[in-house]
């Protein structure tokens, strides 16, 4: 039974054969209309370009705050490290 499970569990995408491919295709055609189909992928595909806009936008702004924060750390040690002697 264990190895029933460990089997089913390394199953992946990659074998995937063109035969499951073409079933999940007809499953498609029969559910939704051949008319519709292309009309849901282009859903899919601006949901994908929304997300990866998203994505992209969200490392810009980390790459600013960890920028700013740089900056500011370093301007914190030259102030720490400058001699208070300086500053009379």
Excluded: C, Y
Aim: glycine content about 6%; hydrophobic content about 35%; cysteine-free.
């Amino acid at each position: 039974m264990f190895s029933e499970i460990s089997h089913i569990e390394t199953l992946s995408l990659a074998q995937i054969g063109w035969t499951q491919i073409a079933l999940i295709a007809v499953v498609l055609i029969l559910l939704f209309g051949a008319k519709k189909i292309p009309e849901l992928m282009r859903g899919l595909g601006g949901g994908l370009k929304e997300f990866k806009k998203a994505a992209k936008d969200d490392d810009e702004t980390t790459r600013q705050s960890n920028m700013e924060n740089r900056n500011t750390t370093s301007e914190m040690r030259e102030n720490t490290t400058e001699n208070p002697e300086d500053k009379k």
